[in-house]
């Protein structure tokens, strides 16, 4: 409105509409003074609307610098203050997935469960198609005052809520950043790649079965000469192999110690190898499981009472177990190199762990949970240090030609129907496997399998798994993925449902498993 | 074990105490936050006080300085803005600095000389060359052809010493009759056709923008629209009553301490009592509070029957509460 006032009196003015009866009526002096008035009068008008739009300007500008800046994106939501200094952003994770199995057990041979049966004449349970929330995931993060942050995850897939992440941060400098609280173990390299981002639907054996998941302490970190190296080291609690840690308290007062450094040496470069990176994460501990429970009910993902993991297939399915009475009880020790590369459309990954963990056996004990009861008995002579490996080697390719990266990818163009475009499209192939220590299935002199750290005949001492696969991103934020998965077995089963003999003979391979695993996913 | 904490320590020591004393004794940073019209009397005194403290102790000292209405830039501080300094343009802003801050002590006004106000000014009439509208009191400026330049009270501290000094001018007329005051207030603002935020913009809209017969100013920026920024083309009407304005300065204790220039802001700030510093605030139009540069310079301010704040008004927490709080007289007039 006061564009237009000041456009048309300015217009008045410039075209001498004003001025022409001045110079008609220039003998009329009182006229012309009182034309000369109304043109001085309409001057002011004119400048002083001018002046108040740019005080509007002015004022507008002034009002930026502490308005909140509220933001919707693929990215998330978020609200910051006009510096940046204060955030706090909501993104999300939410993957529908649902598995098929055309062959393979659910769990290690013997390993009875009413809910799925009976168990069939070989002791197994045929793994069950199945379609489940594998990740549901809000999350809140932000920051305040610049360099103090949070991070807050719960998970509420699998039946139960939880918090997968939980932690504050200080980032003094990209050279030193702290963080506290519940939060992903700094050293495994596919797990530090977000669950929204990684390649195929399991990570693998390294990530899954080696090394830690989540853990609670503090960790240091930081990039150093030009973000050519970065660096980690943590002090927490510690948890076992793939073991995400409750929230709780900890029964054991030892902590584990974390490292890792990573280079990516080229980062700034325009050569092929400008994204190679490679890098090492170990941890280590002493470390000792509870001693008066029932260590026989035990589970893949979580945390276990007797300090030891279980292992589970890509397809999620447990096919290795420490017999009932072996315990955590010594010193353990991972280390883990690791490397990805991406070059254009291509990306690799290529990680190895090992794990050398001392346990012994136990005999009695209470199966009272919550500590109560009596403590178990240790068998003398019984612990042995026991070191498991694993390895894979992953490649991805998109085909519709955007750049891979260690994080997610943008199409170049979204799917729509409408408009033509296809999303952008991956191939994916991974070979992954498992080997346990032969020790682990003899008793503790070697002699027998009898009396062994884990029964050979329902437990597998390794498991080979490719997968292949397709993804397919819609946009940034929805994904459709495929995997198809073959897992095959050393050791594991056995004739009918006896026990492993003392020699061994009676010992066969596990059915190899054939899954297919499909997923939706949508991350903000 | 034992002896590598023991290094780390001593190296700890080492750097943490030798090696900031080495840095700091290069260069000191500190912020001046300061009102609207203060620009060129603190670039000036910045450049003295940077030679001064490096002939003292050979430290370089670098005083970056932001300028805006006053209320705004005490706003500004209490919501974080790290000054070392604030040098603003009445005593209510700094308190609220105390107040709603904790950022000074609650004594700050007699941590220096004149209750902190090193110079002080009055609130004079800039008006076109050859007067034309024949302005020469307040009474002139409630006339219904004039048009008034003055910023919005709610956010400049010239702009409440102007409304002041037009209220003073009301009450004596009238009698101390406020209804009638209310009125002439009110009928001085109906003249306002543009509320700027800050003095420095109103002289803009005043001198560049050729907005208005006459402007409501800081005897300063009067002097300096007249002298440097349009010569010839204004004149100064110095009315028949105005109010003395005692623009404030004062240590930010908590961000100095934070910054660990306590020492050089208070040295600042001492500096401008000084010959020196006295000098550089008469030449940038300010009235000098040290005897010997005020008779120096008795010649270049005239002279001013003033009120003042605080034996007029109650001093400054009565005078915000009554005309400047919500809802107060200024809110009153202008919803009109």
Redesign the interface.
């Known amino acids: 409105m006061q564009f237009k006032f000041s456009k048309y009196a300015a217009a008045l003015i410039a075209s001498g509409i004003i001025s022409l009866p001045i110079t008609a009526s220039a003998n009329d002096s009182a006229e012309l003074e009182e034309l000369r008035g109304l043109v001085q009068e309409l001057s002011q008008q004119v400048k002083v609307l001018a002046r108040k739009g740019e005080i509007n300007e002015e004022t507008a500008d002034a009002a930026k610098k502490t308005t909140p800046i509220v933001k919707a994106s693929s990215s998330g939501f978020s609200l910051s203050s006009p510096d940046g200094k204060n955030e706090i952003k909501f993104r999300g994770l939410i993957q529908a997935d649902y598995r098929a199995y055309s062959s393979g057990a659910n769990d290690v041979r013997n390993r009875s469960n009413q809910r799925a049966g009976d168990l069939d004449a070989n002791g197994f349970h045929n793994a069950a198609d199945t379609a489940l929330l594998r990740r549901v995931r809000p999350t809140i993060e932000g920051k305040v005052g610049g360099k103090y942050g949070f991070r807050f995850t719960p998970e509420f897939a699998g039946g139960s809520a939880s918090a997968v992440d939980a932690y504050v941060d200080a980032n003094f400098s990209p050279a030193f950043k702290v963080r506290a609280g519940k939060q992903k173990s700094i050293v495994g390299l596919e797990r530090l790649q977000g669950g929204g981002d990684i390649k195929f639907l399991e990570r693998s054996y390294v990530t899954n079965a080696i090394l830690p998941n989540r853990d609670l302490g503090v960790t240091v970190s930081g990039d150093l000469l030009s973000n050519k190296l970065n660096y980690g080291v943590g002090i927490v609690n510690g948890v076992n192999d793939g073991g995400n840690i409750s929230t709780g308290n900890e029964y054991n007062g030892e902590r584990e110690y974390t490292a890792r450094l990573f280079t990516t040496p080229f980062n700034d470069s325009t050569s092929a190898l400008a994204g190679l990176g490679f890098g090492i994460g170990g941890t280590y501990t002493k470390f000792t499981g509870e001693r008066n429970l029932n260590f026989t009910d035990t589970s893949a993902a979580d945390a276990t009472r007797n300090g030891l993991p279980s292992y589970v297939t890509d397809g999620q399915q447990t096919f290795f177990r420490y017999a009932g009475g072996a315990v955590a009880d010594g010193k353990r020790f991972r280390i883990t190199p690791q490397a990805n590369y991406y070059f254009g459309p291509l990306g690799v990954i290529a990680e190895y762990a090992r794990v050398s963990q001392d346990v012994s056996l136990t005999t009695g004990g209470s199966l009272a949970a919550g500590g109560g009861g009596t403590n178990t008995a240790f068998v003398a002579g019984s612990n042995k240090k026991l070191k498991h490996d694993a390895w894979q080697v992953a490649a991805s390719y998109l085909i519709t030609g955007e750049d891979a990266s260690f994080k997610g990818v943008k199409p170049k163009n979204n799917f729509d129907l409408d408009k033509g475009g296809w999303g952008a499209w991956e191939l994916v192939a991974r070979y992954s496997e498992i080997n346990l220590d032969n020790d682990t299935f003899k008793n503790p002199a070697g002699t027998t399998f009898t009396g062994a750290y884990a029964d050979l005949s329902t437990s597998a001492k390794s498991a080979k798994s490719w997968i292949a696969g397709v993804n397919w991103y819609l946009n940034e934020n929805a994904k459709v993925a495929l995997n198809y998965t073959h897992t095959s077995f050393d050791g594991g089963a056995g004739i009918g449902i006896t026990a492993v003999n003392a020699a061994g003979t009676n010992v066969t391979d596990r059915e190899s498993e054939n899954a297919l695993l499909a997923r939706f996913q949508v991350a903000f | 074990m034992k002896k590598s904490l023991l290094a780390i320590a001593l190296l700890s020591a080492i750097y943490g105490v030798a090696a900031p004393a080495t840095a700091l004794a290069k260069e000191v940073n500190l912020l001046n936050v300061s009102y609207d019209p203060t620009r060129e009397l603190y670039q000036d005194f910045n450049k003295a006080f940077a030679a001064f403290w490096k002939t003292k102790t050979g430290d370089d000292v670098v005083v970056k300085t932001s300028h805006g209405g006053s209320g705004?830039q005490a706003r500004a501080i209490i919501d974080g803005l790290d000054a070392d300094i604030a040098t603003l343009a009445l005593a209510y802003d700094v308190d609220q600095l105390q107040e709603k801050g904790k950022l000074i002590p609650k004594d700050w006004q007699k941590h220096l000389a004149h209750n902190s106000s090193p110079y002080t000014s009055t609130i004079v009439f800039l008006v076109r060359k050859g007067n034309p509208k024949n302005i020469k009191d307040w009474g002139d400026l409630v006339k219904q052809n004039v048009?008034v330049i003055t910023p919005n009270p709610k956010t400049s501290g010239g702009a409440r010493w102007n409304y002041l000094a037009a209220w003073a001018y009301a009450q004596k007329q009238n009698g101390n009759d406020e209804a009638k005051t209310k009125e002439f207030i009110s009928k001085l603002f109906k003249n306002v056709?543009?509320?700027?935020?800050g003095a420095r913009?109103s002289t803009t809209?005043f001198v560049e923008?050729?907005?208005g017969d006459v402007l409501l100013a800081w005897e300063n920026e009067a002097f300096l629209a007249q002298k440097e920024l349009g010569v010839g083309k204004f004149e100064i009407v110095v009315p028949s009553l105005s109010i003395l304005a005692e623009p404030p300065v004062t240590v930010v204790d908590k961000f100095a301490k934070k910054h660990g220039t306590e020492a050089v802001a208070k040295a600042y700030l001492e500096y401008l009592y000084t010959e020196e510093g006295q000098e550089i605030a008469a030449k940038n139009y300010y009235r000098p509070t040290l005897a010997s540069v005020a008779k120096k310079y008795e010649a270049q301010f005239p002279k001013v029957n003033f009120v003042k704040i605080d034996e007029d008004f109650g001093g400054w927490q009565a005078a915000q509460k009554k005309h400047f709080s919500d809802g107060g007289t200024f809110d009153q007039i202008y919803q009109k």
Do not use: M
């Not at chain 2, 056709?193 to 935020?197: E, F, G, K, R």
């Open positions: 705004k048009s056709p543009v509320l700027d935020t913009g809209t923008r050729g907005i």
